[in-house]
């Protein structure tokens, strides 16, 4: 394993609204750099799609409500100061169908491709990533929590906690 797989950075926060959530995602999507991979996973109504929408907002989408979950489309694309690839895994019933859609084309290209319930297709994702998990506090809120893996996500998820003060 090369050095910059090895590299990791954990941080946390509790969100106790829709919009701090929304902001949350707005200041990943500040930092987010082409070749990005950001991986989602939670329970149903974590907030996965809600804190999308805000990581497009901050990544220059200008409309946020266009952002929708592709649960039966699979993959949308949205376009800011680049493009965003919103890949929703929920419906495929193993990581190879993943694969025969082509994701490759968009792990590996000139956006930032973000995965909801990527904990479903694990097997396939590259090592280098960052990992966010939405889970339940409360009615309002929610605890989300990243772990950066390797030398440029481990760089975001650092970013991240700062500017939060996690």
Known sequence: MSQSQDTIFCGEIVSDSVEQTFA?????????QPGDVLCL?????????????GIARGAGVVDPRQVT???FTLIN????????YHVDVYRLRSARELLDLGIDEYLYGHGVCII????????VLPPERLDM????????QRRIAWMGRGERHAALAAALAARDGA
């Not at 949350?24 to 987010?32: A, D, S, T």
């Not at 996973?41 to 929408?53: E, S, Y």
């Not at 998990?133 to 309002?140: F, K, N, R």
């Open 69 to 71: 979950s592709p649960t």
């Open 77 to 84: 694309e949205y376009q800011g100061r680049l493009p965003i």
């Open 41 to 53: 996973a939670g329970p149903l109504g974590a907030a996965k799609t809600l804190l999308t929408k």
């Open 133 to 140: 998990t939405l889970t339940h506090v409360a009615p309002h």
């Open 116 to 123: 909801e319930w990527a904990d479903r297709v694990a097997a």
């Open 24 to 32: 949350l995602g707005e200041r990943l999507g500040r930092l987010v």
